[in-house]
């Protein structure tokens, strides 16, 4: 089951990095570090930026995931922070197959309302933690590299926040499923 760390109370570990990638100019502008994930078909892979502390690495299936807190100045001295996980369900494990089919919890007083935005599900709902009032969006989709892959960004709504933080956590949210494809195989 993955769990997603809301405030910074993760310690930071060492990043696995295995190439690094500029997005191309015309998507969004997000030039990050692209990390490759081994699927029992091959690899997923994604980006993100270079500069996001890793929360936690996961790599064995079934269920792999990476978890990275996204800095906020607005953040510093508080117990939260903005943070994203993906996690790769291997569709040949029952436990994963499960664990991706199981609807999207309710944190809020609301249910998550549902989209659907190219291959993707997403799921947007807002909740408390303590006292401060979260963002939460759930994306889910499958058959890349033959997993499923689902994804999770949580930021706080702070006082401190850049007028324009939650369109700025939007475009990143964007940037990162746009970025999520698979391949064959791994290369050196």
Avoid at 5 to 15: F, N, P, S, Y
Avoid at 102 to 121: I, L, N, S
Avoid at 130 to 153: C, F, L, W
Avoid at 164 to 186: N, P, Q, W
């Amino acid at each position: 089951m993955i769990r997603m760390v809301w405030g910074k109370g993760a310690q930071t570990l060492t990043k696995v990095v295995l190439a690094a990638v500029l997005v191309a100019p015309g998507a969004v502008a997000f030039a990050g570090t692209e990390l490759k994930i081994p699927t029992t078909n091959g690899f997923v892979a994604f980006s993100v930026e270079g500069d996001w502390p890793v929360l936690s690495m996961q790599m064995k299936p079934p269920i792999a995931s990476a978890a990275f807190r996204i800095p906020n100045p607005a953040d510093a001295g508080t117990p939260d922070s903005s943070n994203i996980v993906i996690a790769l369900y291997d569709t040949q494990s029952a436990e994963a197959r499960t664990a991706f089919k199981t609807p999207v919890k309710q944190y809020g007083a609301a249910r998550p309302k549902g989209q659907t935005v190219g291959p993707w599900t997403i799921y947007r709902q807002a909740a408390k933690q303590g006292d401060t009032d979260y963002t939460i969006v759930d994306a889910k989709r499958s058959g890349v590299a033959g997993v499923a892959v689902g994804v999770r960004m949580v930021w706080p709504q702070l006082a401190g926040n850049a007028a324009d933080y939650d369109a700025r956590m939007e475009t990143v949210l964007k940037a990162v499923l746009d970025s999520i494809h698979g391949g064959a195989s791994v290369s050196p």
